[in-house]
């Protein structure tokens, strides 16, 4: 499933976040690439205990937690620390897997790669090329979203940043691990789960709204892992 979360920052709010990633200082996105990645990586990024990153990932995992699209979609169950990348002057990333499992920086913890976010900081306009493409059972999708909007796709999918040919383009990225580790799974969830909203929209009274509404939680307990 590929999924936009649109407005997940108002413009406002992308302006203050520039602001403050415009002021940070930077450096070579290699020093984290794993050993396949390495050779297609070249960008900058903001070192994962750097004081903006830290701030700014507490500010997204909270606005994360508000916000029932990203909820319903992705069904988090841990989240890493979001991160930080900057392309310009031909900056790209070429296609590559994500590894599968990341350790919580500083804890014992680990989180599994289900389900992966990137947050477009850069309006398209401000910049050339830099398009996320992501390659998966539904075929290659090419995505360029404006300032503010979010993007969410499955971890298990080949992807790539294309390159930047002029302007620069900022963007934070995370993944969660999802209570429901299967892609399909998760997917019937979050369309059973919008039906369900649309009808309560629709029809308030109706009878079936508590029958597939049990139907969800039942999916649910028999699916999920904690
Ligand atoms: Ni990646």
């Given at each position: 499933m590929l999924l936009q979360i649109p407005a997940l920052f108002s413009p406002d709010e992308v302006r203050e976040i520039r602001a403050l990633l415009e002021s940070a200082e930077w450096v070579d996105?290699?020093?984290?690439?794993?050993h396949r990645a390495v050779s297609v990586k070249d960008n900058l990024q903001l070192p994962l205990d750097h004081p903006v990153a830290r701030q700014l990932g507490e500010r997204i995992l909270e606005r994360l937690s508000i916000t029932p699209l990203f909820i319903a979609a992705a069904l988090p169950l841990r989240i890493l620390p979001p991160r930080f990348n900057r392309y310009e002057g031909g900056g790209t990333y070429g296609n590559h897997v994500d590894n599968a499992v990341f350790p919580i920086p500083g804890t014992p913890v680990r989180v599994r790669t289900d389900v992966s976010t990137t947050i477009f900081?850069?309006?398209?306009?401000?910049?050339?090329g830099g398009e996320l493409v992501v390659e998966d059972t539904f075929g290659e999708k090419r995505v360029k979203l404006p300032a503010g909007d979010a993007i969410v796709y499955p971890g298990s999918s080949l992807h790539r940043v294309t390159p930047v040919t002029s302007g620069t383009r900022f963007a934070s990225f995370f993944w969660t691990q999802s209570l429901i580790r299967d892609d399909r799974q998760r997917c019937m969830l979050f369309e059973l789960d919008s039906a369900i909203q649309q009808l309560c929209a629709d029809h308030?009274?109706?009878?079936?709204i508590d029958g597939f509404t049990n139907t969800y939680h039942n999916l649910m307990r028999g699916w999920s892992e904690t």
């Open positions: 996105g290699r020093v984290t690439a794993g900081f850069s309006d398209p306009d401000e910049y050339e308030p009274d109706h009878p079936s």
